[in-house]
């Protein structure tokens, strides 16, 4: 079993910055592909960012592209996911996801087999 804790959501002004951690205990993720989802109020859960197991490969929605990094340090069984120039319509609850049996970097939730409990991000306008 693998346990995910993600951490860094809060509230800040749009334009602001910040930087969501996802701690994984339980088994190492090295092996696995990690993503970040997000979900606001009303609507779907949504991919946001993945990165595979090396690092050597990163995928974006376009909504976030250029705004959003993706990083991970193995030796610290930890995924980051640094959010810049964040605006209103980011305000969601973002999940943290590990996924060891594809070998793309998913953006489909289902294909991921452990989730976070999410934490909030909330960006005023």
């Known amino acids: 079993q693998v346990q995910l804790v993600e951490s860094g959501g809060g509230l800040v002004q749009a334009g602001g910055s910040l930087r969501l951690s996802c701690a994984a205990s339980?088994?190492?993720?090295?092996?696995?592909?990690m993503g970040w989802f997000r979900q606001a109020p009303g609507k779907e859960r949504e991919f946001v960012a993945g990165i595979s197991w090396s690092g050597s490969t990163a995928n974006f929605a376009d909504s976030v592209k250029g705004r959003f990094t993706i990083s991970r340090n193995n030796a610290k069984n930890t995924v980051y996911l640094q959010m810049n120039s964040l605006k209103p319509e980011d305000t969601a609850v973002y999940y943290c996801?590990?996924?060891?049996?594809?070998?793309?970097?998913?953006?489909?939730?289902?294909?991921?087999?452990?989730w976070g409990q999410g934490t909030q991000v909330t960006v005023s306008s």
């Open positions: 996801a590990a996924d060891l049996l594809s070998v793309v970097v998913s953006t489909t939730p289902s294909e991921y087999e452990y």
């Open positions: 339980g088994r190492t993720v090295s092996r696995y592909t």
